[in-house]
């Protein structure tokens, strides 16, 4: 059994959720806020899990990474929920699909020189690939390509225009002190803590 209680209306809606079951896109609030977006902007979110420490970045600046356009991992909110893998208190926040980019370009193996300059502009790094030219915002080598094909965006405008909406998971207790610290963060421009803190 899991309840959502709506703590928090501004800057956005923030849900604290109790329970023990595992939460899904069909839970009511979850469910109204897909068929909102999707009404208004004929888009659907996207989501994105962390550690409940982050939600103060995420009210400040939108999302969680510094800088705010830089690339992170999104999907649908089961497999957001996912993350991080630990038992620890969490936070699902709601992006605007349609304000994301993807977080890497591919380009025929026959591309042009300019064709693959205008392509590293906003995608730096190229990776090894077998049937095309893969460019990237991550730096990083040898990894799953096929996880950032399937996850990898990234927010080049305003993020904090981007967030919908957050929903936090775990007990009161260990929440409600990061849910003041990051309210108090967004409605005052007080700068986030840094991590660790």
Known sequence: MRTYRLV???????????????????????????AKVLAEHQTFPEYRGVEIARLPQVLTSGVDVVPTNAPIF??????????????APRVVFALRSNMLKRSFQTLPLDATTAEIADVRTEYPHQHEHDRCLWFSRIAEQNRNLAYESAYGYWIPGNAKDALLAAFCFGNPD????????????????LPPLPRGM
């Open 8 to 34: 928090f209306e501004d800057p956005i809606p923030i849900w604290l959720v109790e329970g023990t079951s595992r939460p899904g896109r069909e839970d009511t609030p979850v469910n109204e806020l897909f």
């Open 74 to 87: 999104v999907s649908d909110f089961d497999k957001a929920w996912e993350y991080p893998s630990t038992s």
């Open 174 to 189: 260990d929440i409600l002190p990061h849910l003041v610290l990051a309210i108090a963060a967004a409605r005052h421009g």
